[in-house]
């Protein structure tokens, strides 16, 4: 069935999953979230994509949950979040940090509630200068979800994400760049070029070594370093045995540019 809610291309190695209902700043209901799962589960299957690229369309990023999906009369519908958040939210982040490719998040305006934790499960979030991130779960009542007490105090330290979400005020994205949740800012016009083309750089890398690197990175979030220690030796024999090693190493001794085939 074709998407409804997102829009999906695939070009130069490079998925492009972009959020598509403009007009609610791309809040996410049920269906919406469907799509997107199922998006990240063909570029884990598909050997053509060698980086996704996730952005929204319109003026906003993503306002986070659809909150007019729960209501009807005014009155807040009996919903079991619990469950809509393992149905919706969560296969999404795991299925961001299972995908071993890189993942860049475009954020091209706000980025609010689950839209902003969204974003900070990414491997590279590349912002426009007009964009914003709020914890916008405290102000109507709710705790933050999506990983967000996972990735925001690991990103930014705990202190920072506590007033974050305790207050729920607006980042901008040079705030959140120089306290480090995330990795670029760039001018609004060439906000989609730029992290296009640095997408398009991560799809010509040696796909094998990232995924791996990708899968050490996640163990650090929580293993002690022995464990780590045994991790980085088992997949760097891994990483070892891929033909973008030996074409890596050729083309060093060779003097010339490496031609990665992400296997
Ligand atoms: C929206 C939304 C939206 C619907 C803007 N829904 N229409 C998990 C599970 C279970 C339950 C609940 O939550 C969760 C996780 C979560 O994500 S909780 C957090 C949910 N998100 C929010 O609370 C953010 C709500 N939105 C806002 O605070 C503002 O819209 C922001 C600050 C994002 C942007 O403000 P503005 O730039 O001033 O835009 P706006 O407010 O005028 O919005 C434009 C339109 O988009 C407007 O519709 P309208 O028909 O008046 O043009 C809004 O109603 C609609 N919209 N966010 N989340």
Redesign the pocket.
Same mark, same amino acid.
Not at 63 to 70: I, K, N, P, R, V
Not at 109 to 117: E, K, P, T, Y
């Given at each position: 069935m074709p998407d409804q809610f997102i829009s999906v291309e695939t070009t130069r190695g490079v998925m492009r999953i972009t959020l598509n209902r403009p007009?609610? @700043?791309n809040?996410?209901h049920s269906l919406m979230a469907a799509e997107v799962q199922a998006a990240l589960r063909s570029a884990g299957s598909d050997p053509a994509v060698r980086a996704v690229l996730l952005t929204g369309a319109g003026?906003?990023f993503c /306002? +986070?949950?659809? @909150? /007019?999906? &729960?209501r009807s009369d005014g009155a807040p519908q009996p919903?079991d &979040?619990s469950a809509?958040?393992r149905k919706?939210?969560n296969p999404i982040v795991q299925a961001i940090r299972a995908l071993e490719k890189p993942v860049v998040c475009a954020v091209n +305006?706000?980025? $609010?509630? $689950? +839209?902003?934790?969204l974003a900070l499960a990414c491997d590279f979030v590349i912002a426009s200068g007009t964009a914003?991130f709020?914890q $916008? &779960?405290v102000?109507?009542g @709710?705790v933050?979800?999506?990983g967000g007490t996972f990735f925001l105090p690991r990103l930014v330290g705990l202190a920072r994400a506590t007033a974050m979400m305790m207050l729920g005020e607006?980042v901008t994205a040079e705030e959140a760049l120089a306290c480090g949740m995330i990795y670029r800012v760039c001018e609004p016009t060439s906000l989609m070029q730029e992290a296009g083309a640095f997408a398009e750089l991560l799809a010509s890398q040696a796909t094998r070594g990232l995924g791996l690197t990708k899968r050490l990175l996640n163990a650090s979030l929580a293993g002690d370093l022995g464990t780590q220690l045994e991790l980085e030796a088992e997949l760097q024999g891994e990483a070892g045995r891929t033909a973008d090693h030996a074409e890596g190493v050729a083309a060093f001794l060779q003097k010339r540019a490496p031609a990665f085939v992400g296997r």
């Open positions: 007009e609610v @700043l809040s996410f003026r906003a /306002a +986070g949950q659809d @909150l /007019a999906e &729960f919903v &979040f809509h958040i919706t939210y +305006g706000v980025a $609010a509630g $689950a +839209g902003a934790n914003s709020i $916008a &779960f102000k109507i @709710l933050p979800d999506t607006k």
